[in-house]
């Protein structure tokens, strides 16, 4: 018998912990409780015959009362906006720049063909010519076939970007609206959670530059507890915004289409073959679903198109 070779007391352990998986998440949904990470479970009665007793501790999800964010974003949304406007000047700017990035390649070619025909001599470094203007220039540059159609491209995209701007601008707007009229306290568990975020995607970003974490905390003179000390601030902000996001989400049930879900995880994992599926699923369902909730608000202006 099973309860001979390991005791009875860890077979009632063991029932219990099935039965409580079973349990815990009912409670939750009985009391529409939001809890935060796992319980801290405690058994307050455990004998055979009688009913399992136990005590849960849990971090809950603030309760958050929403101010009318439709009226919030209309008002934002339906504000008149700066006229985009792309001068001369700023697409000659960057057809230039396009034409010294270009010269310094060609430039950088030649060089080492030189090098390599004439090893140990030395060379000076010249200034380096501007390609000529020509329709087989932009050629080169992306398939154009003319100057004035590489010139149009330009105007185009700089339009865009003025556009992504102003549309950016405005969502900062609405943000900040929402964060002024929703005060609620930040969890303590969720506010360190995303300072690891932080740090992650931080030491992340200094490793791809070629430089170890550790020696660049040691010439900033900082350690990491400090750095996320000073992200405190930070740090609940950006969790504020997110249950904010997810209140009104839940409230517009805007729910991103598992398809499209499933096509850009996969895209990820194409991308990075090591990453975790599910946590790549899990961002892609917080990037879309945080997308969805802006495009809701933003339609609240009427529909605007940016």
């Not at 860890?10 to 409780?33: C, F, G, N, T």
């Amino acid at each position: 018998m099973l309860v001979g070779k390991v005791g009875e007391s860890v077979v009632l352990h063991e029932m219990a912990e099935a039965a409580l998986s079973d349990v815990y998440p009912e409670i939750l949904r009985e009391k529409a409780l939001k809890a935060i990470g796992a319980p801290k479970i405690t058994l307050t009665k455990l004998a055979h015959g009688n009913p399992l007793g136990f005590k849960a501790e849990v971090t809950l999800l603030p309760e958050v009362v929403l101010p009318n964010y439709k009226e919030i974003a209309k008002k934002i949304v339906a504000a008149p906006d700066e006229p985009i406007l792309v001068t001369g000047e700023e697409t000659e700017n960057v057809l230039t720049d396009l034409r010294k990035n270009w010269g310094k390649t060609e430039a950088k070619d030649t060089r080492q063909e030189t090098r390599d025909k004439r090893q140990g001599d030395e060379e000076k470094e010249t200034e380096t010519p501007l390609p000529e203007l020509t329709d087989a220039f932009a050629g080169k540059i992306g398939g154009f076939k003319t100057v004035a159609e590489l010139r149009a491209k330009i105007a185009e995209n700089l339009k865009e970007e003025k556009i992504a701007r102003q549309k950016e601008k405005k969502r900062v707007t609405l943000i900040d609206e929402l964060l002024a009229k929703t005060p609620f306290p930040v969890p303590e568990m969720l506010e360190e959670a995303e300072k690891e975020r932080m740090m992650a995607e931080f030491k992340g970003n200094i490793t791809r530059m070629g430089v170890a974490p550790d020696e660049y905390f040691l010439k900033l003179k900082k350690t990491e507890a400090e750095m996320k000390k000073e992200w405190t601030e930070t740090a609940q902000k950006k969790v504020r915004i997110q249950i904010i996001l997810d209140e009104i989400g839940g409230k517009e049930n805007l729910v991103p289409e598992e398809k499209e879900v499933q096509a850009e995880a996969e895209r990820i994992m194409k991308a990075f073959p090591g990453a975790d599926l599910a946590r790549a699923r899990a961002y892609v369902e917080g990037i879309l679903s945080n997308e969805k909730v802006f495009a809701f608000l933003e339609g609240q202006g009427g529909n605007k198109t940016y």
